[in-house]
């Protein structure tokens, strides 16, 4: 009985121990990476997100912006001179559209209605149209838009820096993990020659002890396998420190490790050594820097734009200001009276009629 009782309390125990051990593979391992969330992509696609949001803010400030706006005003003060009304109600619309251009220029166009009365309806529904462009050149510092458009260059080549590098970066990380992996398999293997080496010395120096106690052997050689023990037991104890120490990082780039036992999964050295002499042959036919595989080309070049811009930008911060406003603008006024002046009627279409 109580040998069926350790057996159903020791079950559930190795039960656990199993559920508690994760098996890696490189490729489980490279696929982990992509599911979990980790602090190291996390930080890539942060930079990725801030570059790109630059970029965005860049272009919008070239984008187009189409506004509109209301108001309406009523009060009850009185006026203090008889012949100068105070107009209530005031209703007052306004549309426009506005725009920066990247050669220094900003453009706004807008129509605007104001419509007033007064409380004794002398003056009725008195309608102002308004019909306006602006237009703002800078002649200096912003001439021809060699400041904007260096500034959106510069954003642009930023993102475009910034995914490249993203796209390093993961690369890199991946690189980590699989390095960290085959120097767990590496050192999977020297444990298993350092095993088989420390049985083999236990022997030898078991087969020492007996010589010597037949007197074939001297006390020196018996200390010679017994140190030879002791050396083949310190070196795997050191390589148990250094699996941890692996781990340690592993763990480190993939935090969902850190609360499980890893063990190796299947692993074929023969391809793995096959896959790394053929590429080790395939760079040395290489006569020079393989640009193709690489995308560091691309990053050095938008790397000197952004320098280049950046300085043009830095010489022309401190530039004098000298700017061109311009405005084009239409008004009619829609006021008409019928009793020789004691009241005034508007419309809409009376304050198109003036302005035509």
Not at 1 to 7: A, G, H, I, P, S
Not at 282 to 311: C, F, H, R, W
């Amino acid at each position: 009985m109580k040998r069926l009782l350790t057996l159903i309390l020791l079950v559930p125990m190795s039960l656990w121990a199993q559920s508690s051990e994760k098996v890696i593979t490189e490729e489980s391992i490279l696929k982990l990476a992509k599911e979990e969330v980790t602090p190291q992509l996390d930080e890539i696609k942060s930079t990725l997100l801030d570059a790109e949001s630059k970029e965005g803010e860049a272009n919008d400030k070239l984008g187009t912006d189409v506004y509109a706006g209301y108001n309406y005003t009523k009060t009850k003060e009185k006026g203090l001179i008889p012949f100068m009304p105070v107009f209530s109600p005031i209703t007052q619309y306004q549309i426009g559209i506005k725009k920066n251009f990247s050669y220094g220029v900003q453009g706004n166009l807008y129509a605007a209605t104001d419509v007033r009365s007064n409380e004794s309806d002398t003056y009725k529904d008195l309608t102002t149209k308004t019909y306006a462009l602006e237009i703002n050149i800078d002649l200096w510092k912003d001439l021809f838009g060699r400041l904007t458009r260096r500034r959106l260059e510069n954003a642009n080549s930023m993102a475009k820096q910034a995914r490249l590098q993203s796209k390093i970066n993961e690369k890199v990380y991946n690189i980590s993990l699989r390095r960290l992996y085959w120097s767990l398999v590496a050192n999977n293997q020297k444990s298993k020659i350092s095993k088989d080496l420390y049985q083999a010395s236990l022997k030898q120096a078991k087969d020492a002890r007996k010589r010597k106690a037949n007197s074939i052997a001297d006390k020196s050689e018996v200390a010679r396998y017994e140190s030879q023990v002791a050396s083949r037991k310190g070196s795997m104890l050191y390589l148990e420190y250094e699996r941890e120490n692996i781990l340690k990082q592993l763990r480190s780039l993939l935090p969902s490790l850190s609360e499980t036992d890893v063990a190796l999964g299947k692993y074929n050295l023969n391809k793995t050594v096959f896959e790394v002499l053929e590429c080790t042959a395939m760079i040395d036919q290489m006569g020079g820097v393989p640009y193709q595989y690489t995308k560091y080309d691309e990053l050095a070049k938008l790397l000197k734009s952004v320098q280049s811009n950046q300085e043009t930008i830095d010489d022309t911060y401190n530039d004098i200001d000298l700017k061109l406003a311009t405005q084009f603008k239409k008004t009619g006024v829609g006021s008409e009276t019928t009793d020789g002046g004691n009241t005034y009627q508007g419309s809409a279409a009376d304050a198109i009629d003036d302005m035509n």
